[in-house]
């Protein structure tokens, strides 16, 4: 404190002086107090505050009904489950299902000019873009392959194969043959061909996701149950949502572009 007190002069609080003063003096006072005191003596009760240090976290493992349960090392560190074999085939034949839908709606702009259907292509289209790199990522993760092994056939069976014609078609999906034809239907026979052909698409992945979780011992991580059960929740949804898109306008549907022409 020396050097700041001894400069401070109390004859000046006198009384005619205005009260505000005074509280602005006593402030200043106060200032100069506490900053000639020891940052030490601020730091003493912040210490004494202060836990022990914490205690090495104790892993438990939770023993089977009837067992006991068990104390592991801290440094025990939490395992992806490796997956099963059907849930691999799931993850890697879903790929190809979706990949099959993104083809359909790439489609729809130079098909249709039906703004519904526009809208729910690029909503299929988007959302199962999504769902292919989550179960890229699945399987890369588990160091699973991305896509199915292919079995073995004569050559003439994988020249067919490698000319765009795959030859192990998941449940639902279009066969080469019904893509040529939504390849070359416009306007109301593409809304037609494509409502029909999605519908077929969406029941197959439901069959799909039936036989996983028919599966003993398939469809038991955490993450492929939840993509499966919300894959199948929002497929049933969009399949009604087509259902009455087709209900709709049946005429101009069931007609051909030339009948739609003739009457417009």
Same mark, same amino acid.
């Given at each position: 404190?020396?050097?700041?007190?001894?400069?401070?002069?109390?004859?000046?609080?006198?009384?005619?002086?205005?009260?505000?003063?005074?509280?602005?003096?006593?402030?200043? $006072?106060?200032?100069?107090?506490?900053?000639?005191?020891?940052?030490?003596?601020?730091? $003493?009760?912040?210490?004494?505050?202060?836990? *022990?240090?914490?205690?090495?976290?104790?892993?438990?493992?939770?023993?089977?009904?009837?067992?006991?349960?068990?104390?592991?090392?801290?440094?025990?560190?939490?395992?992806?489950?490796? %997956?099963?074999?059907?849930?691999?085939?799931?993850?890697?034949?879903?790929?190809?299902?979706?990949?099959?839908?993104?083809?359909?709606?790439?489609?729809?702009?130079?098909?249709?000019?039906?703004?519904?259907?526009?809208?729910?292509?690029?909503?299929?289209?988007?959302?199962?873009?999504?769902?292919?790199?989550?179960?890229?990522?699945?399987?890369?993760?588990?160091?699973?392959? +991305?896509?199915?092994?292919?079995?073995?056939?004569?050559?003439?069976?994988?020249?067919?194969?490698?000319?765009?014609?795959?030859?192990?078609?998941? %449940?639902?999906?279009?066969?080469?043959?019904?893509?040529?034809?939504?390849?070359?239907?416009?306007?109301?026979?593409?809304?037609? $061909?494509?409502?029909?052909?999605?519908?077929?698409?969406?029941?197959?992945?439901? +069959?799909?996701?039936?036989?996983?979780?028919?599966?003993?011992?398939?469809?038991? *991580?955490?993450?492929?149950?939840?993509?499966?059960?919300?894959?199948?929740?929002?497929?049933?949804?969009?399949?009604?949502?087509?259902?009455?898109?087709?209900?709709?306008? %049946?005429?101009?549907? *069931?007609?051909?572009?030339?009948?739609?022409?003739?009457?417009?």
């Amino acid at each position: 404190m020396p050097g700041y007190l001894p400069k401070l002069k109390f004859h000046r609080f006198r009384r005619n002086r205005k009260p505000k003063s005074a509280r602005k003096a006593v402030v200043l $006072l106060g200032v100069l107090l506490v900053a000639n005191v020891p940052a030490g003596l601020f730091s $003493l009760h912040a210490r004494a505050q202060q836990a *022990d240090p914490a205690e090495t976290p104790v892993v438990v493992q939770p023993g089977a009904p009837g067992k006991p349960s068990r104390t592991l090392p801290s440094s025990t560190r939490a395992t992806l489950l490796q %997956p099963s074999q059907a849930d691999a085939e799931f993850m890697q034949g879903m790929i190809m299902h979706h990949s099959q839908a993104v083809e359909m709606t790439a489609l729809i702009p130079s098909h249709t000019e039906n703004k519904d259907l526009r809208s729910l292509g690029a909503r299929i289209s988007s959302s199962q873009s999504d769902e292919i790199k989550f179960m890229q990522r699945w399987l890369a993760t588990r160091g699973e392959p +991305i896509s199915m092994a292919m079995p073995e056939m004569p050559d003439m069976e994988k020249n067919k194969a490698h000319s765009g014609h795959p030859m192990a078609l998941m %449940p639902g999906m279009l066969t080469p043959g019904q893509m040529d034809a939504l390849r070359k239907a416009k306007d109301a026979e593409f809304d037609r $061909l494509f409502l029909t052909g999605m519908i077929q698409h969406h029941n197959g992945a439901l +069959i799909m996701v039936k036989d996983l979780f028919d599966t003993p011992g398939a469809g038991q *991580d955490a993450e492929l149950f939840n993509f499966a059960t919300d894959a199948d929740n929002s497929q049933r949804a969009e399949i009604r949502i087509m259902q009455s898109m087709l209900e709709k306008k %049946p005429s101009e549907l *069931d007609a051909k572009p030339s009948e739609l022409k003739k009457n417009p």
